[in-house]
């Protein structure tokens, strides 16, 4: 059973406006870490943000935020003030406490407009 | 940038042939796991590595396998290449103690 889902295969935000990027999991575990990746065409993933099963409130790092709503098992990314250099493939992944992988969404590819 | 470092950075290889790729884990990171990203697809798990013990593996044949060294670098060998193997694979590293992984630049590996 697929445990991430990105239902947006691409999106195209004007330069400056604020992007929502969806993610939905599902887990039997209580402990469980969520994560969103930047991958740019270089290859590199890298990290954004972070988001604890436990954690009260929902995490934030400079431009992105995590929406999570832990009742509807989603986990959606918030970039305010999208730049060009945004434009890459998104993607959520989760790691739960009874297991050792990464479980990955398929990814959304992120397009910034001038 | 992670401190996680693989080479090479790209390589092409017939079918039939084997492969060695190499990871360099983060200083301090004693578990490292492997993932094969195909063009346009998420990262699929290959196996992890836990002080040079195999501890997970996931969906892929015995002819992906690995090692973890003393130091905590890794390889991914994979024997008689397929076409489908051709993809980006990363090597990210972890503490142990926190859910988050490091991410190396990958390798890009092209079967023909």
């Known amino acids: 059973a697929q445990k991430i889902t990105q239902t947006q295969p691409g999106m195209f935000v004007q330069e400056k406006e604020a992007v929502t990027l969806d993610c939905t999991y599902d887990?039997?575990?209580?402990?469980?870490?969520l994560f969103w990746y930047k991958q740019p065409s270089s290859g590199e993933m890298i990290f954004l943000i972070y988001?604890?099963?436990?954690d009260q409130q929902n995490a934030t790092e400079g431009r992105y935020s995590l929406n999570f709503q832990k009742a509807r098992k989603s986990a959606n990314l918030v970039i305010s003030a999208s730049q060009l250099g945004d434009s890459a493939m998104y993607f959520c992944?989760?790691?739960?406490?009874?297991?050792?992988?990464?479980?990955w969404g398929a990814g959304t590819k992120l397009i910034i407009k001038p | 940038e992670t401190g996680v470092t693989q080479s090479p950075t790209h390589l092409i290889k017939t079918r039939g042939q084997q492969v060695t790729l190499r990871c360099s884990s983060q200083?301090?990171?004693?578990?490292v796991s492997w993932y094969q990203q195909a063009l346009g697809q998420g990262p699929q798990f290959i196996f992890q590595?836990?002080?040079?013990?195999?501890?997970g593996r996931g969906n892929f044949p015995p002819r992906f396998s690995g090692l973890q060294f003393p130091n905590y670098s890794s390889e991914l060998n994979v024997n008689a290449l397929e076409l489908d193997d051709s993809a980006l694979y990363l090597c990210?590293?972890?503490?142990?103690?926190?859910?988050?992984?490091?991410f190396g630049p990958g390798t890009r590996l092209t079967v023909t």
């Open positions: 990210a590293s972890e503490d142990g103690f926190s859910y988050e992984q490091y």
């Open positions: 200083s301090g990171h004693n578990t």
């Open positions: 590595y836990y002080r040079e013990e195999e501890n």
């Open positions: 887990t039997s575990d209580p402990s469980y870490g």
């Open positions: 988001q604890g099963s436990y």
């Open positions: 992944a989760m790691r739960e406490r009874s297991n050792y992988q990464l479980i």
